[in-house]
Protein backbone atom coordinates (compact mmCIF):
# COMPACT_ATOMS: atom_id res chain seq x y z
CA UNK A 1 0.00 0.00 0.00
CA UNK A 2 1.44 3.65 -1.21
CA UNK A 3 1.33 6.60 1.01
CA UNK A 4 -0.24 9.35 -1.46
CA UNK A 5 2.07 12.42 -1.53
CA UNK A 6 1.32 15.86 -0.43
CA UNK A 7 1.60 18.03 -3.27
CA UNK A 8 4.16 20.53 -3.51
CA UNK A 9 3.87 24.63 -3.81
CA UNK A 10 5.05 24.46 -6.62
CA UNK A 11 2.28 22.02 -8.22
CA UNK A 12 -0.54 24.17 -6.70
CA UNK A 13 -1.83 27.39 -8.45
CA UNK A 14 -3.38 28.78 -5.85
CA UNK A 15 -0.51 28.47 -3.32
CA UNK A 16 0.46 31.86 -2.27
CA UNK A 17 4.02 31.26 -1.69
CA UNK A 18 4.20 31.04 -5.87
CA UNK A 19 3.75 34.68 -5.78
CA UNK A 20 6.36 37.46 -6.17
CA UNK A 21 5.83 40.08 -4.13
CA UNK A 22 4.32 42.36 -5.92
CA UNK A 23 0.77 39.59 -6.25
CA UNK A 24 1.81 38.61 -2.46
CA UNK A 25 1.35 42.53 -1.75
CA UNK A 26 -2.15 42.48 -3.49
CA UNK A 27 -3.75 39.02 -1.98
CA UNK A 28 -2.22 40.01 1.73
CA UNK A 29 -3.56 43.94 1.35
CA UNK A 30 -7.04 43.00 0.45
CA UNK A 31 -7.51 40.30 2.91
CA UNK A 32 -5.61 41.90 5.68
CA UNK A 33 -7.79 45.09 4.74
CA UNK A 34 -10.63 43.16 5.33
CA UNK A 35 -10.32 41.24 8.51
CA UNK A 36 -8.93 43.96 10.17
CA UNK A 37 -9.27 47.86 8.85
CA UNK A 38 -7.71 49.65 6.18
CA UNK A 39 -5.95 51.81 8.77
CA UNK A 40 -3.81 49.20 10.41
CA UNK A 41 -0.35 50.26 10.75
CA UNK A 42 0.92 46.89 9.25
CA UNK A 43 -0.57 47.92 6.13
CA UNK A 44 0.77 51.34 6.15
CA UNK A 45 4.21 49.92 6.97
CA UNK A 46 4.13 47.56 3.98
CA UNK A 47 2.36 49.82 1.53
CA UNK A 48 5.93 52.00 2.57
CA UNK A 49 8.08 48.93 0.93
CA UNK A 50 5.33 48.77 -1.87
CA UNK A 51 5.31 52.09 -3.25
CA UNK A 52 8.45 53.49 -1.78
CA UNK A 53 8.16 57.49 -1.83
CA UNK A 54 4.46 56.99 -3.79
CA UNK A 55 2.63 55.87 -0.32
CA UNK A 56 -0.02 58.46 -0.32
CA UNK A 57 -1.02 57.64 -4.00
CA UNK A 58 -0.33 53.88 -2.86
CA UNK A 59 -3.27 54.39 -0.59
CA UNK A 60 -5.37 56.55 -2.31
CA UNK A 61 -5.32 53.89 -5.02
CA UNK A 62 -5.94 51.05 -2.99
CA UNK A 63 -8.80 52.67 -1.21
CA UNK A 64 -10.39 53.67 -4.84
CA UNK A 65 -10.15 49.66 -5.23
CA UNK A 66 -11.74 48.63 -2.05
CA UNK A 67 -14.56 51.41 -2.85
CA UNK A 68 -15.07 50.20 -6.27
CA UNK A 69 -15.25 46.55 -5.30
CA UNK A 70 -17.74 47.28 -2.27
CA UNK A 71 -20.24 48.62 -5.39
CA UNK A 72 -19.80 45.24 -6.98
CA UNK A 73 -23.25 42.99 -7.30
CA UNK A 74 -21.46 39.78 -6.12
CA UNK A 75 -19.50 38.79 -3.39
CA UNK A 76 -15.92 38.64 -3.34
CA UNK A 77 -14.15 35.96 -1.33
CA UNK A 78 -11.29 35.93 0.04
CA UNK A 79 -9.33 33.65 2.47
CA UNK A 80 -8.06 34.94 6.18
CA UNK A 81 -4.32 36.86 6.17
CA UNK A 82 -1.51 34.33 6.89
CA UNK A 83 -3.54 31.20 5.09
CA UNK A 84 -1.64 29.79 1.90
CA UNK A 85 -4.56 28.80 -0.48
CA UNK A 86 -5.57 31.62 -2.40
CA UNK A 87 -9.65 31.84 -2.90
CA UNK A 88 -10.94 31.17 -6.77
CA UNK A 89 -11.71 35.48 -6.54
CA UNK A 90 -8.03 36.19 -5.13
CA UNK A 91 -6.68 34.89 -8.14
CA UNK A 92 -9.82 36.64 -10.28
CA UNK A 93 -7.94 39.78 -8.63
CA UNK A 94 -4.43 38.84 -9.49
CA UNK A 95 -5.18 38.07 -13.19
CA UNK A 96 -6.96 41.59 -12.92
CA UNK A 97 -4.00 43.63 -11.44
CA UNK A 98 -1.62 41.97 -14.10
CA UNK A 99 -3.63 42.53 -16.76
CA UNK A 100 -3.81 46.03 -15.57
CA UNK A 101 -0.45 45.87 -15.48
CA UNK A 102 0.26 44.80 -18.80
CA UNK A 103 -1.47 47.18 -20.50
CA UNK A 104 -4.41 44.67 -21.61
CA UNK A 105 -7.26 46.87 -20.99
CA UNK A 106 -9.75 44.06 -22.75
CA UNK A 107 -8.72 41.60 -20.44
CA UNK A 108 -8.64 43.93 -17.55
CA UNK A 109 -12.21 44.83 -18.46
CA UNK A 110 -13.22 41.36 -18.43
CA UNK A 111 -11.90 40.57 -15.08
CA UNK A 112 -13.10 43.87 -13.72
CA UNK A 113 -16.56 42.87 -15.06
CA UNK A 114 -16.28 39.26 -13.35
CA UNK A 115 -15.86 40.51 -10.60
CA UNK A 116 -18.22 43.29 -10.33
CA UNK A 117 -21.32 41.44 -11.39
CA UNK A 118 -23.70 43.82 -12.43
CA UNK A 119 -21.83 46.63 -11.24
CA UNK A 120 -20.07 48.99 -13.33
CA UNK A 121 -16.25 47.35 -14.17
CA UNK A 122 -14.85 51.24 -15.18
CA UNK A 123 -14.41 52.99 -11.61
CA UNK A 124 -12.73 48.74 -10.59
CA UNK A 125 -10.62 49.31 -13.96
CA UNK A 126 -9.26 52.88 -13.44
CA UNK A 127 -8.64 52.08 -9.67
CA UNK A 128 -6.90 48.96 -10.69
CA UNK A 129 -4.43 50.73 -13.63
CA UNK A 130 -3.37 53.36 -11.12
CA UNK A 131 -2.15 50.96 -8.32
CA UNK A 132 -0.49 49.38 -10.94
CA UNK A 133 1.54 51.99 -11.56
CA UNK A 134 1.51 53.16 -8.56
CA UNK A 135 3.38 49.94 -7.66
CA UNK A 136 5.44 49.95 -10.83
CA UNK A 137 6.73 53.23 -9.95
CA UNK A 138 8.37 51.42 -7.19
CA UNK A 139 9.88 48.82 -9.60
CA UNK A 140 6.71 46.06 -7.84
CA UNK A 141 5.79 44.09 -11.25
CA UNK A 142 3.14 41.55 -11.35
CA UNK A 143 3.52 37.82 -12.90
CA UNK A 144 0.72 36.87 -15.01
CA UNK A 145 -1.64 34.66 -12.80
CA UNK A 146 -3.28 31.86 -14.30
CA UNK A 147 -6.39 32.56 -15.83
CA UNK A 148 -9.67 32.60 -13.35
CA UNK A 149 -12.40 31.40 -14.60
CA UNK A 150 -15.89 31.62 -12.57
CA UNK A 151 -17.57 28.56 -10.75
CA UNK A 152 -20.61 27.15 -12.08
CA UNK A 153 -24.00 28.44 -10.99
CA UNK A 154 -22.56 32.05 -9.84
CA UNK A 155 -26.24 34.25 -9.40
CA UNK A 156 -24.19 37.74 -8.89
CA UNK A 157 -25.93 38.75 -5.60
CA UNK A 158 -25.03 41.58 -3.41
CA UNK A 159 -20.91 42.30 -3.18
CA UNK A 160 -19.60 40.98 0.50
CA UNK A 161 -16.33 41.65 1.25
CA UNK A 162 -15.58 38.63 3.61
CA UNK A 163 -12.81 36.93 5.57
CA UNK A 164 -12.66 32.81 5.50
Not at 70 to 95: N, Q, Y
Not at 126 to 134: F, H, N, Q, R, S
Not at 144 to 159: H, I, L, M, N, R
Amino acid sequence: MSVAETPSPETLPNDIRNLGYAGHFIVWVMRTAVACAPECRMIHREFSHAFGPHVEAGAKAFERVLLALAKGTRPIILARPGHVHMTHDELSLLALFAAAQSGDEARCLAHARWLMGKGRPEPLYEAVADLGKCLARNGRTLCPAPDAVPPQGCAGGPVCLQAL
